[in-house]
């Protein structure tokens, strides 16, 4: 867990900071959209929480409605 | 507007295009368990019922020569539908990308490094990745060309290797499968391969072609994947013959047989060597795909802030894709085919019919392009000299 | 524009970080960390549950290169033997009783013993297909009576006895492939139902101490249950009938007059046929180029009579012997020429209205042998002394 918040936090540095010192309103939304949905995605399985595979509930969508082999 | 300033050749780009589709490689596993013997044969199929395809995309790169694909979908689609294809397409690059980064890790972890952690090899990948995407597309697709070449050696070399121990009876029987299987290889090896080309159009910017240098570079970089993916599967079921459905990696098998001597044997690290820099060189299109797609939604200036946290979210996004492997390898024999379409066939279809019908793009200033070159004017100096 | 600054703090860091990426150090494994594996047996034990598992591991030699064998003294190899559930078991017992890992990439021989073989060993092979240490082009064989007797006895011939039977059995391959069996192709015909997969019998003959290790044949199949055999002579007639053989011998005899013709190459066209009835024929035509490599006798015949009547003696001989194995296999209903799988590929449709029948179908095949052999020479004499003494 310390390795990956550690992790994030020196992106934030490398790339969050001089956005903001830039000014960059969009970018910095762009980028903490990301951002957040990266850092929950890797500390959720940390905190023991399982995340339910994604394209699992495509497989189950397009089979109900026959469009598989 | 223009995110991406570097500008690469049509040679360039077709090689990109070839390469591309043979990282497909590892896909060679889910046909031979649909088609078996006969999964040359969807190859074949795929190459042909691919270039409408193909086509649509060169047309669309054509038509909208200074627009990526986001933008394009922006200007067919309007600003609100287009914003949600465009998250839509954001969501289907990352996933390759991811399920393409995941690939490469689980093959190193099993074949080559088994005790280093699986992240510890995607990391490593995705940071040159990274590093790569921050400097632009010429760079990223700098040796697209060599990366190309070294796998037909790869092939070439290895065809020879192994030819004394191929066995054309493993061919046979040839078109005794059920019908449904070849049109599920044929549905298979269509979207997959080939249809993740329509990550090319995030390209569009940064490619110089004229209408018919994009053809001529879009067919022949098509032709020669897709050539080398039939080279690839035609050398592992003369070798491997029935047992070819079981192996998850059929390419790693026929090169472990490679038994000439002493001396030429256990060669199969160049298969190890040939795939990483294959799906590398994937992830990386996916991941400049991803961060331009995430600039122009977000509609910012510069792309390059967002290189590294995409990668990451690469890295952190693959393992939560599918449950296990086989549901993995279930899922793109079954399902992904028809969903994968949806991006590759019905969007890009739907805006090219929703473009012509609504003549689009017009024509402006910014985009002339979009005309054919006009001859130069007659020289009328001995008219005048002969008054 | 990266600064020149920049560039050398870059290159440093890149320096300082490819030695620790490059050496892969996670997986490292230095080789006095390693049980070479040079040879596994397989066994069967009183509790059908259980296999006996053996693994011959080569010693790295100490001291100086070239001083010859046992610097130390004693045996080359190490023998580990254990009793476990699978296979895996086994493998990771040996590795937790051991400041060594197993390295099982070099291994180059499969045996399995006798017993095995015929109760089955389908449920033993499957570590070998799935693991990525286990190579599929090892080449098999089954042991007369223990497997590990091959392992762990001290070789006349050879101190490491697992590399010396593969030795041997490569060695063969070079007369025929079908004589050396590989995993793969194990397999390949343990997935066609109706092709019986073969693979070489070996044994351990001789006293302690002075132990030698000969080919003693081919096993068939039923499955993966070892139903018969072919003796060495017999398996010449397998081997013909599979065709693309090399550098073999036909011995003749008429009496007391004996012959040894040496084929440098034999081909084999194989056709198949069925009737809409369901009748299946094969005709096997064997060609090759032979010479007369040894001889006795003959003394009452001239040169010009002698070399067709050697090549019809040894014509009659070849189709006899194919004709033996064949018939061998028949009894044993074990498809071991693969003529079902020739009958899928070439005649797909009829194929599928008879292969539920294959087994009722099989030992009414009608095979017809040809073979065609031409002399091509006599060796540095024409004629034999006998026969020299007969002229005069």
Excluded at chain 2, 327 to 343: H, K, L, M, N, Y
Excluded at chain 3, 225 to 240: A, E, F, H, P, T
Excluded at chain 3, 262 to 277: A, M, N, P, Q
Aim: a neutral charge.
């Amino acid at each position: 867990m310390g390795w990956i918040l550690t992790g994030f936090a020196l992106i934030a540095v490398i790339d969050l900071v001089p956005l903001i010192l830039q000014r960059r309103g969009r970018a910095i939304a762009a980028f903490l959209t990301v951002f957040v949905i990266a850092l929950t995605i890797a500390v959720l399985p940390a905190l023991g929480v399982q995340i339910p595979p994604v394209l699992t509930f495509f497989d189950k969508l397009f089979k109900s409605i026959g469009l598989s082999y | 507007m223009r995110l991406d300033k570097s500008q690469i050749s049509g040679t360039r780009f077709m090689f990109t295009i070839t390469f591309f589709l043979q990282s497909s490689a590892l896909l060679t596993a889910f046909l031979s368990s649909v088609a078996q013997q006969d999964s040359w044969i969807p190859v074949v199929l795929s190459t042909i019922s691919c270039m409408p395809l193909v086509y649509l995309f060169r047309t669309l790169m054509v038509m909208f020569p200074e627009k990526t694909l986001l933008e394009m979908m922006d200007e067919v689609f309007g600003p609100v539908i287009g914003k949600i294809f465009g998250v839509w397409y954001l969501w289907f690059f990352l996933t390759l990308a991811a399920l393409n980064l995941k690939d490469l890790g689980d093959f190193a972890k099993a074949t080559v490094m088994t005790e280093t952690p699986h992240v510890v090899l995607v990391l490593l990948c995705a940071l040159v990745v990274v590093w790569a995407v921050r400097h632009g597309l010429k760079v990223v697709t700098r040796y697209s060309a060599l990366f190309t070449f070294i796998e037909f050696g790869i092939v070439a070399v290895t065809f020879v290797l192994v030819a004394h121990q191929m066995d054309f009876n493993n061919l046979l029987p040839a078109f005794q499968l059920p019908p449904i299987k070849y049109l599920q290889g044929t549905h298979l090896m269509t979207m997959i391969p080939v249809g993740e080309l329509v990550v090319m159009l995030m390209l569009t910017p940064c490619v110089k072609l004229s209408r018919t240098a994009a053809t001529k570079y879009w067919f022949i970089g098509v032709t020669m994947g897709m050539l080398t993916l039939f080279a690839i599967l035609v050398r592992d079921i003369m070798i491997l013959g029935n047992t070819l459905p079981m192996f998850t990696l059929p390419g790693l098998v026929t090169m472990r047989l490679v038994n000439l001597g002493e001396a030429l044997s256990r060669i199969e690290i160049l298969f190890a060597v040939g795939l990483t820099m294959l799906l590398f060189f994937k992830v990386a299109v996916l991941c400049y795909a991803s961060t331009i797609a995430l600039a122009q939604l977000f509609k910012t200036k510069s792309y390059k802030n967002f290189a590294l946290i995409i990668g990451v979210l690469v890295v952190v996004y693959g393992p939560i894709i599918y449950s296990s492997t086989v549901e993995q390898s279930t899922s793109a024999r079954d399902v992904i085919p028809f969903f994968w379409g949806v991006f590759e066939v019905w969007i890009p279809l739907l805006m090219f019919i929703i473009a012509k019908i609504r003549k689009l793009p017009k024509k402006t200033a910014e985009n002339p392009r979009e005309q054919e070159p006009q001859p130069p004017p007659r020289r009328r100096v001995k008219e005048e000299h002969m008054k | 524009m990266i600064t020149k600054g920049k560039r050398i703090v870059a290159l440093l860091l890149i320096f300082m970080m490819l030695p620790g990426l490059l050496s892969g150090c996670w997986d490292s494994r230095e080789i006095d960390k390693l049980f070479i594996v040079t040879g596994i047996a397989i066994d069967a034990t009183d509790d059908p549950d259980q296999v006996d598992v053996t693994m011959q591991i080569g010693k790295e030699r100490k001291g100086e290169a070239g001083l010859g064998e046992a610097q130390t003294g004693g045996s080359s190899t190490i023998v580990l033997n254990t009793v476990n559930d699978t296979i895996m078991g086994a493998i990771r017992e040996f590795n937790r009783n051991s400041n060594r890992k197993l390295l099982l990439q070099h291994n180059p021989i499969r045996l399995f013993g006798i017993e095995v073989a015929e109760h089955g060993v389908k449920k033993h092979i499957d570590l070998f297909l799935r693991d990525q240490q286990a190579r599929l082009e090892v080449p098999v064989a089954i042991v007369e009576g223990r497997a590990a007797d091959v392992l762990t006895g001290t070789l006349d011939q050879d101190p490491l006895s697992g590399m010396f039977v593969a030795g041997l059995l490569e060695d063969l391959s070079k007369v025929s492939v079908e004589l050396q069996v590989r995993m793969l192709d194990f397999v390949s015909r343990l997935l066609q139902e109706t092709v019986a997969p073969m693979m070489p019998i070996i044994a351990v003959v001789g006293e302690e101490d002075k132990k030698e290790i000969k080919t003693v044949g081919m096993g068939i199949f039923k499955g993966d249950k070892l139903v018969g055999r072919l003796d060495n002579d017999q398996s010449l007639g397998y081997i013909w009938a599979m065709g693309d053989v090399s550098q073999f011998n036909v011995k003749v005899q008429e009496g007391i007059d004996k012959a040894i013709l040496h084929v440098s190459k034999l081909k084999t066209k194989r056709e198949v046929t069925i009737s809409d009835d369901g009748v299946v024929k094969v005709k096997l035509s064997m060609e090759g180029g032979a010479s007369i490599a040894e001889m006795e006798g003959f003394g009452n015949m001239t040169p010009q009579n002698l070399i067709p009547h050697l090549k019809d003696l040894a014509q009659e001989e070849m189709k006899q012997t194919v004709t033996e194995a064949f018939q061998i296999s028949q009894g044993l209903n074990a498809d071991m020429l693969a003529i079902s799988a020739t009958l899928e590929q070439r005649h797909p449709k009829k194929w599928e209205k008879i292969k539920d029948r294959w087994d009722e179908i099989y030992p009414t095949i009608e095979l017809t042998v040809d073979a065609n052999l031409k002399i091509l020479g006599t060796g540095q004499i024409i004629q034999s002394l006998e026969m020299e003494e007969a002229m005069k």
